[in-house]
């Protein structure tokens, strides 16, 4: 069975790091890389039926422009050699990032530091102490 490494990637200078560790692990080993990126979306906001459909529209048009951050990143691995492939959702990303995860068979989930201060991580949680909290598989956090 082939390693396949999700990684959360934003086009940050964080999840790129997330991204050159885990590309360097899959070149030597055959893992096949899925990149991850995904817009924070809270469906707990009520909406009159025309905010709704132009909540819609935007949606779309951010997984459209999203979609045009990951993509050439997952094809400039593939040119390398590294098998990846990438989608765009929205939601929360903890809970989207286990769930794709454990969908696609995953070994290993793979995210970026964000360097945040300690209070802030106190105050506010954050994705790397929720993922080590509720992965579903094992976590790999780049400094």
């Known amino acids: 069975m082939t390693d396949r490494y999700i990684v ?9 790091r997330a991204l050159d560790y885990a590309s360097a692990r ?4 055959g893992a096949h890389v899925h990149l991850v990126l995904v817009i924070e979306w809270s469906p707990y ?29 997952a094809d400039e691995l593939n040119k390398a050699g590294v098998k990846t492939t ?4 929205h939601g929360n990303a903890a809970e989207l ?17 964000t ?5 802030t991580q106190r105050l506010l ?5 929720t993922l080590a909290q509720v992965a579903p598989i094992p ?3 780049v400094p």
């Open 45 to 73: 906001s009520f909406h009159t039926p025309e905010e709704l459909n132009e909540r819609h529209r935007r949606r779309e048009q951010e997984l459209e422009r999203a979609t045009t951050v990951v993509q050439p990143v």
């Open 86 to 89: 990438c989608e765009v959702r």
């Open 125 to 129: 949680g954050g994705l790397t102490i």
């Open 115 to 119: 360097g945040d201060s300690v209070f």
């Open 139 to 141: 976590m790999t956090i």
């Open 26 to 29: 899959a070149k030597k080993s």
């Open 8 to 16: 959360g990637f934003d086009g940050t200078e964080q999840s790129r």
């Open 97 to 113: 990032l286990c769930e794709i995860a454990t969908n696609k068979n995953a070994t290993q989930i793979i995210i970026g530091r």
